[in-house]
Nanobody, 122 residues
Framework: QIQLVESGGGVVEPGEPLRLSCDIH????????EGWYRQAPGKERELVAR???????EYGNHANGRVTIFAGSTGYKVFLQINNVDATDSAVYYC????????????????WGQGTRVTVSS
């Protein structure tokens, strides 16, 4: 089964960059997209950024030029950086993968990491 393992997060000071990474493991037959979502308390989960298998990138409405996403050169990895964070960036960040697991007869499916909490605080 496809599993997503996030790293990074924790406490980040206002104005500093946030860096997250995600390793994606499993019997991956095909990848359509990978990326990051986040969910703040009392709010719905929202897109931060994602990248598809053609290298096309999509950013959430809050990005304002602060967000960078890129995929690893080997294996299935995805990295996120948000510059100049503020309190509105505090949330649980989830790694996301949309693709096909060759060991399961499901077709293309969404997969999620467990989430990593980010708190912006001085």
């Amino acid at each position: 089964q496809i599993q997503l393992v996030e790293s990074g997060g924790g406490v980040v000071e206002p104005g500093e960059p946030l860096r997250l990474s995600c390793d994606i493991h499993g019997n991956i037959l095909y990848m359509y997209a990978e990326g990051w979502y986040r969910q703040a308390p009392g709010k719905e989960r929202e897109l931060v950024a994602r990248i598809n298998n053609r290298g096309e990138k999509e950013y959430g409405n809050h990005a304002n030029g602060r967000v960078t996403i890129f995929a690893g050169s080997t294996g299935y990895k995805v990295f996120l950086q948000i510059n100049n964070v503020d309190a509105t960036d505090s949330a649980v960040y989830y790694c996301y993968f949309y693709g096909v697991d060759k060991s399961m007869n499901l077709g293309a499916t969404d997969y999620w990491g467990q989430g990593t909490r980010v708190t912006v605080s001085s």
